[in-house]
């Protein structure tokens, strides 16, 4: 909660007129195109949850946009043009199946010249925004930064980095950096002297650099709010104040949770106050904890999760990111991923995001796609995914959904259309041009690329990353799960088959792909929705629900309890709706791809067999 220096600067900031928005406001847009009367509303934090202006819960779920702006070669934007914006989007929502977007910031090129934020910069960034909105994708900014700066960084560094200034670099006269033996990029926040020494300085405000940061970033929000319409800002879900954050180096006697206390926290309620003070009120920071609060290394970790902050919603979100450093190790962990790997570690994010009464986010997660240990990516993946759906593995969640928990909101790492096609001059060292994956430190971790014929195209399995989830649920969510059948090369991957003991369940389901959504519904008049993958065409989707059955559902209206109609933003992509007019009452739906015209017959043995099943296992 902001405490009374937070509200002072507040108040500090409105009195004297600092950095305030000048002009009117423009117009509001024209509504999206295939949107709805419930479309488009401004998302807040209730009761623990995104909520819309219907009151339904709002699962956010897409991709990192993107580590193109750590690289120099598009002027720390994510993209080239806007042009590039628009294919990128249109292909997250149409083949990636994403309604949100983590958009990168570069700190270097907003205030490249200290005390002079480029307006130019900023108003190609916020184009490029609202290529995504105009898509119909939600966006958080995130000003990123790894390893500080790349003005840390020599020219014949095996290394570089992204996020600060040059003119903030000079400030600290820093020792020439020196990773030491590092296998991996990450080591250099805990080895590398240049590093952590300028990570001290910004938490610590040396040369007043946190000081000139926070004031970029009110200007980049003032900026913002000023030059999009009310529809398009009413897409911006809130922002994503600093990447990662670490201290660099712990004075003396502190520890990893009192630095979270007593440094990052006071950093985020200054930052909170800039939010408010440049129009954005009513939007949450996105905020981090310590970034090794949760690492799967016993000897990397450090106590943390924000655990002295207290009450955090409606204000602030809980958001956090988690890579499996013992699968990308390549040393400590051997096999692969299986059934509930992450269980665990995405039910410590959703425990600690309920106890400050906040939502989670995992705003960054994945794996390497190329390299040694990529062949471990389709199931680490699968896994991350089932873990942020349910906090079950699939051989436990049949027989006990109503301990599935919430469904986790995330954005994958990544989604760069330039993946194996930069031309980015390493740290400016022309004798270092990086063409390959995603041209920073060896990472290769895109969703896309761009074929031969520049079209947008997937790296990974379309069933892992095109899912079903419950875009928005009317009233409250039970339990959910999804059984993609997603690939390992030519093996299909099954970890929650449709249980023996629902013959008729499991037989229209088959070898095809399933999710099943079970809520309260809360009596409002917007309907519950699913996403709806390219490989559930409405031709051959069947739904299974107490609120009725269908093989190749209508077109929705509003007195049908089941339909069909396109996601808003003209992609092409689209939804199932379920409208449930009640209240309190406890409803499912089975979802799935695996039928071939099923009789009336199995349709209704099998609404039946659920209707048993959801009635003794949750109520």
Same mark, same amino acid.
């Given at each position: 909660?902001?405490?009374? !220096?937070?509200? &002072?600067?507040?108040?500090?900031? =409105?009195?004297?007129?600092?950095?305030?928005?000048?002009?009117?406001?423009?117009?509001?847009? @024209?509504?999206?195109?295939?949107?709805?009367?419930?479309?488009?509303?401004?998302?807040?934090?209730?009761?623990?949850?995104?909520?819309?202006?219907? *009151?339904?819960?709002?699962?956010?779920?897409?991709?990192?946009?993107?580590?193109?702006?750590?690289?120099?070669?598009?002027?720390?934007?994510?993209?080239?043009?806007?042009?590039?914006?628009?294919?990128?989007?249109?292909?997250?929502?149409?083949?990636?199946?994403?309604?949100?977007?983590?958009?990168?910031?570069?700190?270097? /090129?907003?205030?490249?010249?200290?005390?002079?934020?480029?307006?130019?910069?900023?108003?190609?960034?916020?184009?490029?925004?609202?290529?995504?909105?105009?898509?119909?994708?939600?966006?958080?900014?995130?000003?990123?930064?790894?390893?500080?700066?790349?003005?840390?960084?020599?020219?014949?560094? #095996?290394?570089?980095?992204?996020?600060?200034?040059? #003119?903030?670099?000079?400030?600290?006269?820093?020792?020439?950096?020196?990773? *030491?033996?590092? &296998?991996?990029?990450?080591?250099?926040?805990?080895?590398?002297?240049?590093?952590? !020494?300028?990570?001290?300085?910004?938490?610590?405000?040396?040369?007043?650099?946190?000081?000139?940061?926070?004031? +970029?970033?009110?200007?980049?929000?003032?900026?913002?709010?000023?030059?999009?319409?009310?529809?398009?800002?009413? *897409? $911006?879900?809130?922002?994503?104040?600093?990447?990662?954050?670490?201290?660099?180096?712990?004075?003396?006697?502190?520890?990893?949770?009192?630095?979270?206390?007593?440094?990052?926290?006071?950093?985020?309620?200054?930052?909170? @106050?800039?939010?408010?003070? %440049?129009?954005?009120?009513?939007?949450?920071?996105?905020?981090?904890?310590?970034?090794?609060?949760?690492?799967?290394?016993?000897?990397?970790?450090?106590?943390?999760?924000?655990?002295? @902050?207290?009450?955090?919603?409606?204000?602030?979100?809980?958001?956090?990111?988690?890579?499996?450093?013992?699968?990308?190790?390549?040393?400590?962990?051997?096999?692969?991923?299986?059934?509930?790997?992450?269980?665990?570690?995405?039910?410590?994010?959703?425990?600690?995001? @309920?106890?400050?009464? +906040?939502? %989670?986010?995992?705003?960054?997660?994945?794996?390497?796609?190329?390299?040694?240990?990529?062949?471990?990516?389709?199931?680490?993946?699968?896994?991350?995914?089932?873990?942020?759906?349910? !906090?079950?593995?699939?051989?436990?969640?049949?027989?006990?959904?109503?301990?599935?928990?919430?469904?986790?909101?995330?954005?994958?790492?990544?989604?760069? $259309?330039?993946?194996?096609?930069?031309?980015?001059?390493?740290?400016?060292?022309?004798?270092?041009?990086?063409?390959? *994956?995603?041209?920073?430190?060896?990472?290769? =971790?895109?969703?896309?690329?761009?074929?031969?014929?520049?079209?947008?195209?997937? !790296?990974?399995?379309?069933?892992?990353?095109?899912?079903?989830?419950?875009?928005?649920?009317?009233?409250?969510?039970?339990?959910?799960?999804?059984?993609?059948?997603?690939?390992?090369?030519?093996?299909?991957?099954?970890?929650?088959?449709?249980?023996?003991?629902?013959?008729?369940?499991?037989? &229209?389901?088959?070898?095809?792909?399933?999710?099943?959504?079970?809520?309260?519904?809360?009596?409002?008049?917007?309907?519950?929705?699913?996403?709806?993958?390219?490989?559930?065409?409405?031709?051959?989707?069947?739904?299974?629900?107490? &609120?009725?059955?269908? /093989?190749?559902?209508?077109?929705?209206?509003?007195?049908?309890? $089941?339909?069909?109609?396109?996601?808003?933003?003209?992609?092409?992509?689209?939804?199932?709706?379920?409208?449930?007019?009640?209240?309190?009452?406890?409803?499912?739906?089975?979802?799935?791809?695996?039928?071939?015209?099923?009789? %009336?017959?199995?349709?209704?043995?099998?609404?039946?067999?659920?209707?048993?099943?959801?009635?003794?296992?949750?109520?």
């Amino acid at each position: 909660m902001p405490n009374k !220096r937070a509200r &002072l600067l507040v108040v500090l900031v =409105l009195l004297c007129g600092f950095l305030t928005v000048a002009g009117t406001h423009p117009a509001t847009a @024209a509504p999206l195109s295939d949107s709805l009367w419930f479309d488009g509303s401004p998302l807040t934090v209730q009761n623990g949850r995104f909520t819309d202006a219907s *009151g339904r819960e709002v699962v956010l779920r897409g991709y990192n946009v993107s580590g193109e702006t750590k690289l120099a070669e598009n002027g720390g934007l994510p993209f080239a043009s806007v042009a590039d914006a628009r294919k990128s989007a249109t292909a997250l929502r149409a083949l990636g199946g994403g309604n949100t977007v983590r958009f990168l910031l570069s700190w270097a /090129y907003a205030e490249p010249v200290r005390g002079q934020v480029d307006t130019a910069y900023l108003a190609a960034a916020t184009d490029q925004m609202r290529a995504f909105l105009d898509a119909g994708v939600r966006v958080y900014p995130d000003f990123h930064q790894d390893l500080y700066s790349r003005h840390l960084f020599d020219p014949d560094s #095996w290394y570089t980095g992204d996020g600060a200034p040059k #003119w903030a670099v000079d400030a600290g006269n820093y020792p020439d950096e020196f990773c *030491g033996i590092c &296998l991996f990029w990450g080591q250099n926040i805990t080895q590398n002297e240049a590093v952590k !020494r300028a990570s001290y300085d910004f938490w610590h405000n040396a040369h007043g650099v946190q000081d000139a940061f926070l004031t +970029t970033a009110q200007k980049t929000m003032a900026y913002v709010r000023q030059h999009l319409s009310a529809e398009d800002f009413a *897409g $911006i879900v809130g922002f994503d104040p600093y990447n990662e954050p670490h201290a660099g180096v712990y004075d003396p006697g502190q520890t990893s949770r009192t630095w979270e206390r007593d440094v990052l926290w006071p950093f985020y309620e200054k930052f909170r @106050a800039r939010m408010d003070a %440049a129009g954005w009120q009513t939007k949450p920071a996105f905020v981090e904890p310590n970034l090794f609060w949760n690492a799967n290394l016993d000897f990397q970790k450090e106590e943390g999760g924000l655990l002295d @902050a207290g009450t955090l919603g409606p204000r602030y979100v809980f958001n956090t990111h988690f890579y499996d450093q013992k699968a990308i190790s390549g040393v400590f962990m051997w096999g692969k991923a299986v059934d509930g790997q992450y269980a665990g570690d995405f039910g410590t994010v959703r425990d600690r995001a @309920a106890a400050t009464a +906040t939502p %989670a986010i995992v705003s960054e997660f994945g794996h390497p796609l190329s390299g040694s240990v990529s062949d471990k990516a389709p199931t680490v993946l699968k896994a991350m995914y089932q873990a942020m759906d349910s !906090r079950l593995p699939g051989a436990r969640w049949w027989s006990n959904p109503k301990a599935s928990g919430p469904v986790l909101s995330g954005t994958q790492w990544q989604w760069d $259309i330039y993946n194996g096609r930069h031309h980015e001059l390493m740290n400016g060292n022309p004798d270092k041009v990086l063409t390959e *994956g995603d041209a920073w430190n060896d990472e290769d =971790l895109s969703a896309v690329h761009l074929d031969d014929a520049g079209t947008a195209a997937l !790296r990974q399995d379309a069933r892992l990353l095109d899912r079903v989830y419950p875009s928005a649920t009317a009233g409250t969510t039970v339990a959910f799960t999804y059984e993609d059948r997603s690939r390992d090369g030519s093996t299909t991957l099954t970890w929650n088959p449709v249980p023996g003991s629902l013959p008729n369940a499991a037989r &229209l389901v088959g070898s095809g792909q399933y999710a099943l959504l079970l809520w309260r519904s809360d009596g409002g008049e917007a309907p519950t929705e699913l996403h709806l993958p390219t490989s559930f065409p409405t031709s051959a989707t069947t739904v299974v629900s107490d &609120l009725g059955t269908a /093989y190749a559902p209508p077109s929705y209206t509003g007195t049908t309890p $089941i339909g069909v109609t396109a996601e808003p933003g003209g992609t092409g992509s689209r939804r199932l709706l379920l409208t449930a007019p009640d209240s309190g009452v406890l409803h499912y739906a089975l979802v799935t791809n695996g039928a071939t015209a099923p009789s %009336a017959g199995l349709l209704g043995a099998a609404r039946a067999e659920l209707t048993a099943w959801a009635a003794q296992a949750v109520n």
